[in-house]
């Protein structure tokens, strides 16, 4: 009996310490705006890691361990608030909207800055925008996101290249690409394999990544001088913060879908077709039957090349991170995974990515930063703009339908050798081996010290390595290469990209209202593309593929090029009681590229900005936060030309007197330097209503100089043409961004984001005052023109094509004098548009993007648009062709050989192939709920979100081919279009 009374009375003096050491705090968690619970809120009790989240009504509970005496609310667009507890056991909070998000720091150049301070046109996009999404790259991240920033597909290929243009179009024969920048790494675009379309950009992992800043004009971009003529995008990863370890996981998977592929004849459409096209012609109909079937014959063999070809196919995306530390040392890690398959057999992509970000404080005055990543990719597909037999996006629609895909055993059949070379296009998308693989780090080391709290010394050095291996291995199971046995090429290239900055920062405020800061630094960079190949036929068996089976070596070969850079900078800022500020940069470059005389080139910026809310004349505007102009000038270089175009080069002439021979191929230019780009920019920022508006215009000119060409040399001098500058360009528009929340009642809100960029591109002159080089470039007109002939329908009396002279008068013959200008193939505006609508926990976002004004030459339609004048299969709208005089219809009468005595051939270029290429695309939907924390908490999460997102779900165009996107300046020959992307898939928090 004692035993049981002493433990009953040690159970009461446990309770009684338990409850004099813990008590439980209640409450509510509400906006000021509306008087309603906030769902989702941090309560943490201050100094310790415990902590909740408020459940729908904003309602939580906490137990709070004795000596804690403050609780913090936080909930992001909300300020955050501490409350002492004292003898409270019930707390109720009101938090107000967080007006102050524009202090935000972002970005820019070597070094942090607050958005209020900045003078420069500059926009960002923040992680979270496009965490979860099952993209490849971060630069699809930007596409309608940022005002005067073009993000355009060059091939929907999984882990496919992209173009981004920042305002405009610069240049003619130098690069057009921005500077991008990865945690301080210079990393060039492009793809690293010459297999398909891969993405360099795409090593990094878009959910490690915090933020995305883009730099546009001169004053903000001016401190990276001789490559900043086309804009910088900087992206910063994530990195940890003090705090016991957070674990996140992401999972989703779902299904790739074709994107509105071409509908073309079945066996029955083109034999009737290809009757009458033979006939017309006065060819025997026989003939036409004895190719291509009798379209009466109910047994006609109906075979579907495009659904052999074309079809569904999975995705999956995973991903972990894990992040936190102590006082010292900080971490971030995370590693993940993509699967993904593509609308076209055998094309798939594979990417697995691992990051360590770690930051470490030896004591109060050194920081040591480092970033390490390791990226592997590998792609295999089809081929992109390829060749018109082996690619899937021209055989595959071409291909003769009464043609059989197998044998009856099951095996490929050989394609008849009278079209298409005989190649089977699903037989050589299955067996052709295209693959690539490429091993990348970006990686750096940063050393920041501080040697008063307004003066540090920051050191900084880079690596982007890459390793490539390509393999194109054609067995000798496909009948093209059955002769030779089959061949393979295998190629490694080795890019290793390499640069380092140290600088001084200065940053002090003096009595209260002025602040001085500034930036001295001195950077070095070098980047080497090494590559070797080799290749053979003739092997034993299509197995054995390697070259070292190759009964015959056809070739090898190697190559290495270099450049190096060295620049010093300055930035010099001055702010007058955070109303007035005014920025000064200047930086001076050296480049290995451009001729001895002239290697050195100096670049600058100013820019002012003025806060109007600041002052006294509108204090009683209460409804305005935030009112700020800015005025910026400024000179870039681009220094993107080939690395030896300024020097005199020799290469190889074969033999001579028996012996090898070099022979001068190019005459150098020792005068040759960069090109430039002035910009001029004014623009106005704005808050309003609490946050509830926010905007930014800017009203910006862009002009190139000393730009890039090859001018004609007389023949006497040996050499056709030299590189020189000489030509302007002029790209001028407006940015218009503004975000809204536009209702907010109880658990409901709406909010929208909208983003357009009207600009205009134009040639002001060209070398010797010429004023066109034929009609690819015009001065007077926009880059990339698009000079052709009227087509202007099918006469109903005689079926023949239709085409407008030069006087505007109907003819049948194209002569050189009609061809006239009817556009550019550059949009007028692009933009984009996202409206997220909230309900307690659940949330859909819808985004929109487009692009207008820009003409769009289809290229596939030369094949598939000819009505039945040549051996391929046609689209099903050919099938509406003139029959009888009278008829009214959209295609000529069929004529095998496509060209009619007198008359033009049906393939001729035209406006035929030409179209509008405007289009609006249905981006993005996602549809999610975040279950409530008191459920998930139960089993040990602390956040859980499931849910459902779909990319390119619908598109609205005028455009004649199958992706508009893709229809890229140039080749648009069988180009890889975008696919459809639907997933579903749950991220959980720890």
Do not use: C
């Not at 379309?197 to 903000?220: F, M, R």
């Amino acid at each position: 009996m004692r035993k049981v009374l002493l433990l009953g009375l040690m159970l009461f003096i446990a309770s009684a310490v338990a409850f004099a050491q813990n008590r439980v705090i209640t409450g509510t968690v509400t906006s000021v705006e509306d008087n309603m619970g906030v769902p989702g809120a941090t309560v943490l009790v201050k100094g310790t890691t415990i902590g909740t989240a408020t459940d729908l009504d904003g309602k939580y509970s906490i137990s709070v361990p004795a000596g804690s005496n403050v609780l913090v609310f936080t909930f992001v667009g909300l300020t955050t608030r501490e409350v002492t507890i004292g003898n409270q056991t019930t707390i109720n909070v009101a938090l107000q909207p967080d007006v102050q998000a524009l202090s935000e720091f972002v970005v820019t150049s070597y070094g942090d800055q607050s958005k209020r301070e900045i003078t420069g046109a500059i926009s960002s996009v923040k992680g979270e925008v496009f965490q979860d999404l099952p993209m490849q790259s971060f630069d699809r991240a930007m596409q309608g996101r940022i005002a005067g920033v073009q993000v355009t597909s060059t091939s929907g290929q999984p882990g496919g290249a992209l173009n981004v243009r920042i305002r405009g179009v610069g240049s003619v024969n130098a690069g057009n690409d921005p500077l991008y920048i990865i945690d301080g790494v210079q990393v060039p675009a492009g793809g690293l394999s010459g297999q398909g379309s891969q993405n360099a950009l795409a090593s990094i992992n878009p959910n490690d990544i915090q933020s995305i800043e883009v730099l546009k004009d001169a004053a903000a971009g001016a401190i990276y001088g001789a490559q900043a003529a086309n804009g910088v995008v900087i992206i910063t990863t994530r990195r940890g913060t003090k705090g016991s370890t957070k674990v996140r996981l992401s999972a989703q998977t779902g299904v790739v879908k074709p994107l509105g592929l071409y509908e073309v004849m079945n066996s029955q459409q083109l034999a009737g077709l290809k009757r009458d096209a033979f006939v017309n012609s006065g060819r025997p109909a026989i003939n036409a039957a004895n190719v291509y079937g009798n379209p009466e014959d109910p047994n006609l063999p109906n075979n579907s090349w495009v659904d052999a070809t074309f079809g569904d196919d999975r995705l999956s995306v995973y991903d972990i991170s894990l992040s936190g530390g102590d006082d010292k040392t900080t971490f971030f890690l995370s590693g993940s995974y993509t699967d993904q398959g593509s609308q076209v057999i055998k094309s798939d992509y594979e990417r697995a990515t691992t990051r360590l970000n770690l930051t470490h404080r030896p004591n109060k005055k050194l920081t040591v930063n480092t970033t390490l990543s390791l990226a592997y990719q590998k792609s295999n597909g089809a081929i992109d703009r390829g060749n018109f037999v082996n690619s899937p996006f021209q055989a595959g629609f071409t291909a003769r339908p009464n043609v059989p895909i197998y044998n009856e055993d099951g095996t490929f059949r050989d394609y008849p050798s009278d079209h298409l070379f005989g190649y089977n296009i699903v037989q050589g998308a299955a067996q052709e081996l295209r693959l690539a693989n490429t091993v990348q780090t970006v990686s750096n080391i940063q050393l920041n010290y501080q040697f008063t709290p307004w003066l540090s010394f920051t050191s900084f050095a880079g690596l982007d390595f890459a390793d490539n291996r390509d393999e194109n291995n054609r067995p000798s199971t496909i009948a093209a290469f059955r002769a030779a046995g089959g061949n393979s090429t295998n190629t490694d290239r080795r890019n290793v990209n390499f640069n380092t900055n140290h600088n001084f920062n200065f940053n002090k405020k003096f009595a209260d209202k002025h602040t001085v800061s500034g930036i001295l630094g001195y950077e070095y960079k070098t980047e080497s593309r090494e590559l070797t190949f080799a290749q053979g036929q003739g092997f034993a068996n299509p197995i054995l593929r390697y070259l070292n089976n190759a009964a015959t070596p056809l070739s090898v070969g190697s190559s290495f090029t270099q450049f190096k850079r060295l620049g010093v900078f300055g930035q010099a800022k001055y702010d007058y009681n955070d109303t007035y500020t005014a920025d000064f940069t200047l930086r001076r470059d050296g480049h290995s590229r451009f001729g001895s005389d002239v290697r050195f080139g100096t670049f600058g910026a100013v820019s002012v900005g003025w806060r109007l809310s600041s002052m006294q004349f509108l204090q009683n505007a209460t409804w305005l936060d935030n009112l700020r102009l800015r005025a910026s000038y400024g000179v870039t270089g681009n220094s993107e030309i080939p690395n030896f175009a300024s020097q005199t080069l020799v290469a190889s002439a074969g033999q001579y007197g028996g012996s090898p021979s070099l022979a001068l191929n190019q005459l150098g230019n020792n005068l040759l330097t960069w090109e430039e780009a002035e910009t001029f920019n004014i623009g106005v920022d704005a808050t309003m209503f609490n946050g509830r508006i926010i905007t930014t215009v800017d009203f910006w000119r862009k002009n190139s100089s000393n730009l890039l060409f090859n001018t004609p040399l007389p023949i006497d001098s040996g050499f056709g043409s030299i590189t020189q500058n000489t030509g302007e360009l002029r790209n001028q528009g407006i940015d218009f961004d503004i975000q809204t929340v536009n209702i907010t009642a109880g658990k409901f809100q709406w909010s929208t984001a909208f983003n357009v960029t009207v600009l205009e591109n134009e040639v002001i002159s060209l070398f010797g005052g010429e004023e066109r080089i034929g009609n690819t470039i015009v001065v007077g007109q926009p880059l990339f023109p698009i000079y052709t002939t009227p087509y202007a329908g099918v006469n109903p009396a005689n079926g023949r094509p239709m085409y407008l002279n030069e006087n505007n008068e109907y003819t049948y013959t194209i002569r050189d004098a009609d061809v006239r200008y009817q556009g550019s193939a550059l949009p007028t505006s692009y933009g984009g548009l996202s409206n997220t609508f909230t309900y307690g926990g659940l949330s859909l976002e819808v985004f929109f993007q487009g692009q207008f004004g820009n003409k769009a030459f289809n290229s596939d339609l030369f094949n598939l648009a000819s009505t039945g004048s040549g051996p391929n299969n046609q689209l099903v709208n050919q099938l509406n062709y003139w029959k009888q005089p009278g008829d009214v219809v959209s295609n000529p009468m069929p004529w095998e050989s496509g060209a009619r005595p007198g008359g033009s051939s049906y393939t001729a270029t035209s406006t035929r192939q030409l179209s509008d290429g405007s289009y609006i695309r249905l981006k993005q939907v996602t549809l999610s709920y975040a279950i409530p924390p008191v459920v998930s908490q139960r089993i040990g999460v602390a956040q859980a979100n499931v849910f459902v997102q779909g990319l390119n779900m619908a598109t609205f165009t005028k455009y004649n081919g199958i992706d508009p996107e893709v229809n890229s300046i140039g080749n648009t020959f069988a180009a890889f279009p975008n696919s459809q992307q639907i997933t579903a898939g749950v991220s959980l928090s720890f």
